[in-house]
């Protein structure tokens, strides 16, 4: 079992450019759910999807999309990257909602010059 | 807002040390979580309270939750270099299908 799997894992976009973050999961997980971690700060949520074909709105959508066309596949995209998308992203995946606990990727680190 | 916070921001202790982090929340909650956080990494789930919880051991982890104060702790026992990381509690809100992280609470055992 790999279980969460993010790639790639550090990206340097220049400002406009686009790019998609990829996450896969090998647990069967219905829910799915991309944050981002900025210094000194916890988890935002983004998006999140409670099964395959559905995506939602988390706390910090603005300027990011979802799809998530397969079970266990949840993609991440910013369609013009700004300096204040640079961070850290993380996927992670649960058996269902917050009822279970999450399971998270290593992590994507991305810079937005 | 975030949901959860946690004190202190920070601890710094001595091998062999316990150690005890506290977690605050505002609104009714299903259950709540710690997870801990090694530099560079992903999170990884330590501990899971339901509401109708008072107390919880693994290993040597204790976590305590009072929902009349809207609070909890987990404690670290005989601390070792390894637990050095961040803490973060996590609740299940009622009102919501997820949860909701707080800041975290970065450890440090010396050695």
């Known amino acids: 079992n790999a279980g969460v799997t993010q790639t790639p894992k550090f990206r340097v976009l220049k400002t406009g450019q686009s790019m998609t973050l990829l996450c896969a999961q090998d647990m069967n997980h219905e829910y799915m759910y991309w944050y981002r971690q900025d210094p000194g700060m916890g988890l935002r949520l983004i998006h999140y999807?409670?099964?395959?074909?559905?995506?939602a709105k988390g706390e910090v959508p603005d300027g990011y999309n979802v799809s998530r066309l397969k079970k266990q596949n949840f993609l991440l995209g910013l369609e013009s990257a700004a300096p204040s998308q640079t961070s850290v992203y993380f996927c992670?995946?649960?058996?269902?909602?917050?009822?279970?606990?999450?399971?998270f990727g290593p992590g994507t680190r991305l810079t937005v010059t | 807002s975030q949901q959860g916070e946690e004190d202190p921001q920070a601890l710094s202790i001595q091998e062999g040390e316990n150690a005890t982090m506290n977690c605050s929340y505002k609104?009714?909650?299903?259950?709540l979580q710690w997870y801990r956080q090694n530099s560079g990494r992903g999170l990884v789930h330590l501990i899971l309270i339901r509401s109708n919880e008072r107390e919880k051991h693994s290993g040597r982890l204790r976590v305590t939750l009072d929902t009349s104060k809207k609070s909890s702790s987990l404690l670290i026992t005989a601390s070792r270099a390894a637990d050095t990381a961040s803490y973060f509690c996590a609740t299940d809100e009622t009102s919501g299908s997820r949860l909701t992280f707080g800041e975290g609470t970065q450890l440090t055992v010396n050695p």
């Open positions: 609104t009714s909650i299903n259950n």
């Open positions: 999807s409670v099964g395959e074909g559905t995506t």
């Open positions: 992670a995946s649960s058996r269902t909602s917050g009822r279970h606990e999450q399971y």
